[in-house]
RNA sequence: GGAGGAAUACCCAAGUGGUUGAAGGGUCCGGUCUUGAAAACCGGUAGGUCAGGAAACUGGCGCCAGGGUUCGAAUCCCUGUUCCUCCGCCA
């Protein structure tokens, strides 16, 4: 969500930004903006000056009242009967504008960073710079549901019955490997300055409002029947939730976390559970990173943390890339992300395993976050950042980590987590 | 799950239908005192948000949220949320 005042000043500049974005349909809600603001701002004043008019006479009321005014008091009260009637109207109509301004609000994209790549979509992102070795092994990788079934890590038979697609049970050391990378990254993590938080699970449906949109909610969240909860589908959900309608003291900044959670999501819509084994599912692990900082501060934060999720990765071995996201594939709440993709052997691409994003003021506009300054209150910028997330990431470790003799190699940073372990051994 | 209580501004807090234009503190700024600071005392202005205005300023909204009663609601009524205390249950 922008700031109104610059479609009022700078309509051209939003406009501009929506034609870089490829969204030109959204055009025509410039324009709406404009007229309609111009219509609830005059409403609003009339509509203030009645009521202005109303708390004057009841005043009136009352001291006529005391002073045993009847006949003057009767007098006025019809007044103020008359200025409610015209006033009822014209409330209707302010709150209809107000309305209107803010569904179109909503979907007008933010301002995106002068550096975004243009493009259309997905296919024309790019990519900015390589880590480690894409190494193509001379033995074949097999699918990573075959690699972890070599280990009996693996049983979706199972999980289909319980909760069906999209599901899993992971088993034994590959087990205790997730939950080994997942330990860590919250190290990692606290080892480089950030606050540890385990948040709550549930959010209710006004926080959900406020970090994504109506299409989104749809799309992932899971809603509790009976309750006003939804399964969170990300911890960022409720790490930037918890600042929701807060007035942070300028001192407080910037706030540095790294929160744990489990994420459900539906994944209705484009792509659904269309990928076999472990890629897309309906719940799945994550150690995240949420920044809340200065304006000025975002840039520097933006770089800090996507280079946290390389660095991570490099430390298991990982091959990595950062890919840029194009103006036409950049979500609308936005200013500039960038995805970390991992390589995969066996395809010989990359793969999505994190996605790190600039959000500007939009969510904190949303969310009605501010920060409390010495010249007054203004909008903090807030950044979010995938740390890992398996099983997906599993994906990636089983591939770049095998070994021709059928083996898996644990990097040196997850032997402690894993007693000790240097490798896996095939069970058959 | 049951029974009570509470929610007022950045914080504390007064306030049971009409000079409340949300008192009073604290925070903040200045002064006295002090080598300096703290404390104490004296003085001061601003409070969140929207609209109008070049500005000074003016007005609206705002007392957990949403409805309602009334000429007029922080105050009365309804619904919901959160927190606290006690009881019950439970990892």
Known sequence: MIDIKLIRENPEIVKENIKKKFQDEKLVLVDEVLQMDKEYRAAKTKGDSLR???????????MFMREGKKEDAEKAKARVKEINQELQDLEVAEQKLEEEIKTRMMVIPNIIDPTVPIGKDDSENVEIEKFGEPIIPDYEIPYHTDIIATFDGLDLDSAGRTSGNGFYYLKGDVARLHSSILAY????????????FIPPFMIHGDVVKGVMSFKEMENMMYKIEGEDLYLIGTSEHSMVGRFINQLIPQKELPYALTSYSPCFRKEVGAHGIEERGLYRVHQFEKQEMVVVCEPEDSKKWYDILWKNTVDFFRTLDIPVRTLECCSGDLADLKVKSCDVEAWSPRQKKYFEVGSCSNLGDAQARRLNIRIRGEKGNYFPHTLNNTVVAPPRMLIAFFENNLQADGTVKIPEPLRPYMGGQEKLVPTK
Not at 52 to 62: A, C, H, L, M, R
Not at 185 to 196: E, K
């Open 52 to 62: 202005g008019e109303v708390n004057k006479t009841s005043k009136q009321i009352g």
């Open 185 to 196: 990254a919250r190290d990692f993590m606290i080892n480089r300055g950030f606050t540890y």
